[in-house]
């Protein structure tokens, strides 16, 4: 199985009470980082999960209704904070990306997919439609911003449903089966549902050896998943299903309990460990 260096990348922040990412919490206001990371493959090269917010999540949220979602969750990025900003510190420019693996089309994971010209985009076929579902208010409601997705995006779509199936093997139970991004094993999309449609993660065997699963918003954060605290079902119904959410996050503490050498990485958690930008550089 090829071996990818994978590094995580914090593009922007929102904040919103606590409470609304699990149940046990409180109102007070708190910071959650957007997540994204660059996966080196050895012989495929540069690659992305999922973006983060950039400035063009600013722009789709000028207009009514769409400016709601900027309102309901305060946003901030700082300059050059953008994943395609942090680029040059690894030697690589936009262009360079190959790929994009979307876990779903929320604005605060494919803000920056535009950037990103020359890139394959892996995703959900159930996650693109709610993309051009019909009515703005419709889409806004579930989290989704048409004005982030790249107009040849039809094209350039390959969908996860549509990979190759391989087994995952003991190490990762409860979860089974997996989609084969690339057919050699190295990455592999794992339906994480209940969040919203199409919701999927990823699993990548790292250059040291262990294996990192970037599970998107199954959980907030890694203390919920250690905890099986799940958000409340104000929450979790708005966006998709609360008795599936709860499922998979329970799948995914079973599998942390089981396998505590997984590295189970949730896109808005502040635990995770990330590569900071240098400033100046």
């Known amino acids: 199985m090829k071996r990818c260096s994978v590094h995580i990348l914090r593009a922007g ?5 606590a409470v609304m990412t699990r149940r046990d919490a409180g109102l007070a206001p708190t910071v959650f980082p957007a997540l994204a ?17 950039d400035p063009a999540f600013f722009a789709a949220t000028d207009p009514f209704p769409e400016r709601l979602y900027r309102w309901t969750t305060p ?39 535009a950037r990103f010209p020359n890139a394959r985009i ?33 094209a350039r779509a390959i969908f996860f449903e549509d990979r190759p199936r391989v087994a995952l093997g003991p190490d990762l139970a409860p979860f089974d089966v997996g989609a084969d991004l690339l057919g050699d094993g190295s990455l592999l999309a794992v339906n994480l549902p209940g969040h919203c449609p199409g919701h ?6 790292q250059t040291d050896d262990r294996t990192r ?32 959410y709860r499922r998979t996050l329970n799948s995914l503490h079973r599998l942390g309990q089981r396998n505590p050498d ?20």
């Not at 922040?13 to 009470?17: A, D, F, R, T």
């Open 200 to 205: 999927w993660g990823l699993l990548v065997r």
């Open 262 to 281: 997984v590295l189970i990485t949730p896109s808005h958690c502040g635990e995770v460990e990330i590569e900071r930008p240098r400033r100046g550089d």
């Open 75 to 113: 946003v901030s990025l700082e300059p050059g904070d953008a994943v395609a900003d942090q680029l040059p510190r690894f030697g690589l420019a936009p262009e360079d990306i190959r790929a994009v693996v979307v876990s779903h089309f929320h604005g605060d994971h494919v803000a920056g997919l």
């Open 213 to 244: 699963f970037l599970i998107a918003d199954a959980a907030w954060s890694s203390g919920a998943v250690r905890d099986d605290m799940p958000p409340p079902c104000l929450t979790t119904a708005l966006l998709g299903e609360t008795a599936t």
């Open 37 to 53: 990371a660059l996966i080196v493959h050895p012989d495929e090269g540069p690659m992305l999960f999922d973006t983060g917010y």
């Open 13 to 17: 922040e929102c904040s919103h009470p």
């Open 122 to 154: 892996y995703c959900a076929r159930a996650a693109l439609d709610q993309v051009w579902r019909r009515g703005r208010f419709a889409r806004l409601r579930q989290g989704i911003l048409a004005a982030l997705a790249p107009a040849d995006i039809d």
